[in-house]
C-alpha cells in the first residue's frame, strides 16, 4: 500500500514525519503549480470549486509517482468537499488512474466505531505495536499544535518588527527543516529552535501596527497556493494578523469535537446562526469576533465558485453598515497573475494605516484639550 494524499497546507509535511515515524513510506505530490491546475481544471467538473481541480491534479501527480491509496479528509456537507472523495474516485477510474481509496470522515457523521477501523486499516502495515502508534499520533497532533503557535506568534510580531521579513525567515526555515526530518522527536525539536529563533528577533513594541483577521475557506486559508501565499505578503507589509482556521483546527472542529463527552460553547451569532455548508457560519462568527476584540479589520478569502462563503460575503455587506467592520474579500480565480490581489490587499492596509494614524492623531488631540482645560482651572484658582 503506497499512501498519498493531496497537498492541504503543511500536511504533506506532518504526514510525512507521522508516517515515517511508523515505518510506512507516503508518496507526496509535488507542490501545487499553475501548470498542474490547469490539468486537473481539464478533467474536472466545470463548475466545480478550486480545491478540487487542485486535489484531481495531486492525485494523479501521485499516481505517477508510485501511489496507489488515497486518504481523503471528508467532511459532514453540504459543504461540496464533502462529496470530493466518491466524485475524485469516480473521474479518476474513468481516466484509467485506480486507486484504493480511505476517507477519514467525521465520527458524527459515520460513528466511532467504524472511524477507528478506517484509521487502523491505514496504518495496517505499520510493524510497530499499536501503543507506540498511537504515541506517534498523539506527539503529531502535538507537531500540529506547536507548528500552530509559532506561525500565530510569528503573525503578530511581524508587525513589530525593526527589520522586515525577519519572522517570515524564521517559518520559512523551519518548514524547510521539518521537510527533513525523520521522526516525531526531532520535528518537535526543531519547531522549538525555531520558537527561540523568534524570540531573539529585535522587535519595536512601540510600533501600533494595523491588526487584521484573516477569515474564509477552509481550503484557501490553509493551502498558500490556493491563497497567492497572503500570510508572507501580510507580513512583508509589516501587519500584525491572526488567523484561527488552520489544519489543527479543522481537526479539533470536525475530528475531536463529535466525540467529548462535553461540547465546547460555541460562540452567538444572530447575523448566520446556522450551518448552511462549508465553514461559512464559522466566517461569520469571526467577523463577529473581529468588531469585539478590536481588530481594524478583516480579509476574507474564497475561490471563485464557492457557495458557503458567497453567502458569508453577503452577511458582511449587512455587518459591515450595522458595525462599521472594515472587510475585504478577495476571490482567487484560477489565473496565475498576482498583481490585482497585491494591489487591492496594498490598497485595503493602507486605507485601515491611514485610518488608525487619523484616529490616534484625534485622540492626542482630545488629550491635550483635557490637559490645557486642567491648566486653564489651575491658572483660574
Ligand atoms: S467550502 Fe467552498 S471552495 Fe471549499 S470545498 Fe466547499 S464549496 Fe468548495
Known sequence: MKITFPHIGDAHLI??????????????????????????????????????????????????????????????????????????????????????????????AIGKKEFLSRLAYLVSESDKSMPVILWALARTYQIIKELENLDEKAHILAGHEKQRGECKKVLASCRRDLAKVTGVREALKNIRYHKSRLDGIEYDFKKRPIRLLLT????????????HRIEELLMDMGVSFKKRVTLG??????LFHPILPWKPLKSKNKYLPYSI???????????????????????????????????????FSKMMKEKGLSILTVIYDEMGGEAGYITRIEAFTDMLARRKRFEQNQERITFLKRIRGKVHVLSGH
Not at 29 to 36: D, E, H, Q, S
Request: proline share 6%; aromatic share 10%.
Open 249 to 254: 483546527w479543522w481537526i479539533r472542529l470536525t
Open 277 to 315: 455548508g462549508g465553514y461559512a457560519k464559522e466566517t461569520v462568527e469571526e467577523g463577529v469576533l473581529c468588531s469585539k476584540k478590536g481588530y481594524d479589520g478583516v480579509i476574507q478569502l474564497f475561490p471563485v465558485g464557492c457557495m458557503p462563503e458567497i453567502v458569508s460575503k453577503a452577511v
Open 15 to 108: 504526514g510525512r514525519i507521522f508516517f515515517s515515524e511508523i515505518g510506512i513510506n507516503i508518496v507526496t505530490p509535488r507542490a501545487n503549480t499553475v501548470k498542474g491546475l490547469e490539468k486537473g481544471s481539464e478533467i474536472s467538473p466545470d463548475e466545480i470549486c478550486l480545491p478540487f481541480k487542485l486535489m484531481i491534479a495531486n492525485l494523479i501527480d501521485a499516481y505517477h509517482l508510485g501511489a496507489d491509496t488515497v486518504v481523503m479528509p471528508a467532511t459532514l456537507g453540504p459543504c461540496r468537499l464533502g462529496e470530493y472523495g466518491e466524485l475524485l474516485k469516480s473521474i479518476l477510474d474513468c481516466k484509467g488512474y485506480r486507486f484504493q481509496w480511505i476517507l477519514i470522515d467525521s465520527p458524527g
Open 216 to 227: 474564509g475557506e477552509i481550503f484557501s486559508m490553509i493551502e498558500p497556493f490556493a491563497n
